[in-house]
């Protein structure tokens, strides 16, 4: 029998746990068994508005603390992550499906990473002195926005959650976050370390729900940013809605990201991000290599090499920690996978390898190896999310970065080579955010990371996601008289 996840009740608001049954039910299935692990209510107009007045409330209190006040309430909530992160792990793979491999070192440990990061930054947060002439100045003060809503994707949920709860909070911003209606559970986790870390209650909440929760909340005048991780059709919305009321906004979206391995890259290496790049999460991961360019001289042995290296790939029960590839997120989202590999095999793409639909109740699929990928394909062009790798063939560097680039995604790019100079000159061409040499899907907390053009604007982690939870008010002081022409 399936072990139930049903949380204390589906909302954390104030510090507590709250739930309104008249909310429309939301059903949290274990992917690895189609069972329900919990069942939830999607946040009413009532939920919503205690929330939005519980953080306006515990946010000005908050923001009067010093940094290095803040910090600490955020450094010890990493530590509480840290100390529970196989129990977080476990929540985490049976909200999303994905193995424990993972979820034990990229899950809770990557929230626990932004937490500690951002607590210790929180104390070094200032403005500047600017020197005018004639004695007076200008001093600019770092202040917080007020009350950031988050919205969060399946993908990663805790990590999402902190990811986005960490800045906020270290800049003094409180936060009301929607964690995807797919996996509910563990951002009402995050809810209560940070309340046992000694965070006022109030200063983050969780309210569940689909779309509709999400969009109240962003058109809500208590609100002044929204931080969404989603795919680009929810971004444009949600952006649209946000300019409204003028609010700050920062969007992580999808990709279709270019991977780029010249003749003279080390094989091996090359074959091993690409497999990290599609395959690792099954595929669910936005910034994924899905487009994978190879040069003529040794695109054969590529693709053989990545298909001879799947045999090792393990598929099945995500509690075995034996396991690299577990089941999909939803019934539908393995039926789009499924749609895909079908339109790339009826546009002409060579299936290698896997592919297939798995029998029995879990949301199974073979990671799948396409060569012979032309650009026009919708396997090369739109956003799969899951685990397909198109291997496309190219004969020269400036062939390959304009094929790179000609998309609408802008989310990550790499290059494997080991030419130098030719290295940093991709790179430097790539329209992306995020850009990898001889490297793929590294986002350590210490390195900006976000999209150009579809793929979103603004940036997470790092001390460049400080810009994007704060603003800076300019006060000039006059240190003169103060002349009038009459
Ligand atoms: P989605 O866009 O369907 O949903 C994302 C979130 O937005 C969910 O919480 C959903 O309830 C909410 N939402 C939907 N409609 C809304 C509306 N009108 N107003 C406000 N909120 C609304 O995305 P998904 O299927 O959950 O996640 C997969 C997508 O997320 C992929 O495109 C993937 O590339 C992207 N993603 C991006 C990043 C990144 O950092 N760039 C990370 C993970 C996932």
Redesign the pocket.
């Known amino acids: 029998m399936t072990q139930s996840y049903q949380p204390t009740a589906s909302h954390f608001i104030n510090g507590r746990y709250v739930e309104d049954s008249a909310g429309e039910v939301i059903e949290v299935v274990y992917p690895h068994t189609g069972a329900v692990i919990a069942t939830l209510h999607a946040a009413t107009p009532a939920i919503i508005d205690a929330a939005l007045d519980s953080a306006r409330a515990a946010q000005a209190g908050w923001a009067a603390l010093s940094g290095s006040e803040r910090g600490r309430v955020l450094r010890k909530a990493a530590d509480i992550m840290r100390d529970r992160n196989r129990a977080l792990s476990e929540i985490e793979t049976h909200d999303t499906g994905k193995p424990l491999s993972e979820t034990l070192v990229a899950d809770a440990a990557s929230g626990a990473d932004a937490l500690e990061y951002f607590g210790g930054l929180a104390g070094t947060l200032t403005g500047e002195h600017i020197p005018i002439a004639g004695g007076d100045f200008v001093y600019t003060r770092r202040e917080a926005l007020g009350v950031c809503v988050g919205?969060?994707?399946?993908?990663?949920p805790i990590q999402?959650a902190s990811w986005k709860a960490a800045p906020a909070l270290a800049c003094g911003n409180a936060m009301v976050f929607?964690?995807?209606?797919?996996t509910p559970l563990s951002a009402l986790e995050l809810a209560e370390i940070l309340i046992e870390a000694g965070a006022p209650a109030g200063l983050f909440n969780v309210v569940q729900?689909?779309?509709?929760?999400?969009?109240a909340?962003?058109t809500d005048p208590r609100v002044n940013k929204v931080s969404?991780?989603?795919?680009?059709?929810?971004?444009r919305?949600?952006y649209a809605?946000a300019a409204e009321g003028m609010r700050h906004v920062t969007?992580?979206?999808?990709?279709k990201s270019p991977i780029v391995v010249f003749e003279d890259a080390h094989l091996e290496n090359a074959v091993s991000a690409a497999i990290n790049g599609n395959f690792y999460s099954t595929g669910?991961?936005?910034?994924n290599g899905t487009r994978v360019f190879v040069q003529d001289a040794i695109y054969d042995a590529f693709v053989a090499r990545v298909a001879e290296r799947m045999d090792g790939a393990v598929i099945g029960d995500p509690m075995d920690e034996a396991t690299t590839v577990g089941p999909m997120v939803s019934a539908r989202?393995r039926e789009i996978v499924a749609g895909y590999i079908a339109a790339g095999r009826a546009e002409g793409a060579r299936l290698v390898k896997g592919g297939a639909v798995l029998d029995g109740d879990g949301f199974y699929i073979e990671p799948a190896l396409f060569a012979d990928v032309t650009d026009g394909m919708s396997i090369a062009r739109e956003?799969i999310?899951g685990p397909v790798m198109s291997v496309l063939r190219f004969t020269d560097e400036a062939e390959a970065i304009a094929r790179a680039n000609a998309t609408e995604f802008g989310?990550a790019a790499g290059v494997f080579t080991n030419d130098l100079t030719r290295g940093h000159r991709v790179a430097a061409a790539f329209e992306a955010g995020t850009c990898y040499i001889n490297a793929y899907n590294l986002t350590p907390v210490e390195a900006p990371?976000?999209?150009v053009k579809a793929?979103?604007v603004g940036r997470?982690n790092s001390k460049a996601a400080i810009e994007h939870y704060s603003q800076i008010k300019t006060v000039y002081v006059g240190m003169n008289d103060t002349e009038a022409a009459f």
């Open positions: 919205i969060g994707a399946w993908n990663y999402i929607k964690p995807s209606e797919m729900g689909y779309g509709a929760v999400g969009g909340l962003v969404l991780t989603g795919s680009v059709p929810t971004g919305k949600v809605a969007m992580e979206l999808g990709g669910q991961i936005c910034s989202q956003e999310f989310l990371f976000g999209g793929s979103g997470e």
